[in-house]
């Protein structure tokens, strides 16, 4: 499959190719603020892998949770190049994307920087997510049991580190290709949370 994937849900502007299913090509910057004006120019230098462009089959583009405005940017653009090319769009959860490239079968968490204390946070059982994202405060997630791994991105915290990627992104893509895709004209929705899904991670909801 030839697939370009876009992570934009946070800080990270990441782009990356792959033909054939392969990784081709990636590129990472990490300034949020400047989003609308470095993603089109990544994708635009990231397509010049491709000699035509009709041989792109898809765009995958993660759809949160994340940044409300880094979403938006993120699948706008591929919208709007998609409707160009007439090609697919697979809009990936952020959170999936990311544990994808964890090795761990066992009960854990992935968690994304969301606002001032707050993580956007997701428990998994191997590959598989096994309870919606929700939100809460990094102070609680000390209250998870020592022996579930918690996997995030904030480097203030004793975390297993892991960041969001274009790299898993594409690779979650291809692999569940055929549950995600879209046409280019369908309707695609972002997954937006607010603190009016706040859950602590010691409710019934996190067990």
Known sequence: MNLIAIESSTN???VSSFKNSKLCNVI???DSRQ????LPQIIQEIMKDFDDFSKIEAFAVSVGPGSFTSVRIGLSIVKGLSFGLKNNIVPVPTLEAMNYSVNNSKTHYIAVNSFKDKCFIQKFMGKKPIEAPFIDNYDNISKINDTVYLYSDNA?????SISPS???LGQYA???YMELVKKYNEDIHPIYLSDNEFVKINSNRSK
């Not at 203030?156 to 297993?160: R, V």
Request: with cysteine; glycine share 0%.
């Open 12 to 14: 990270i502007c990441s």
């Open 166 to 168: 274009s790299i898993s």
């Open 156 to 160: 203030n915290h004793d975390y297993e």
């Open 35 to 38: 989003h609308s004006k470095n």
């Open 28 to 30: 990472d910057l990490a």
């Open 174 to 176: 291809i692999a569940n």
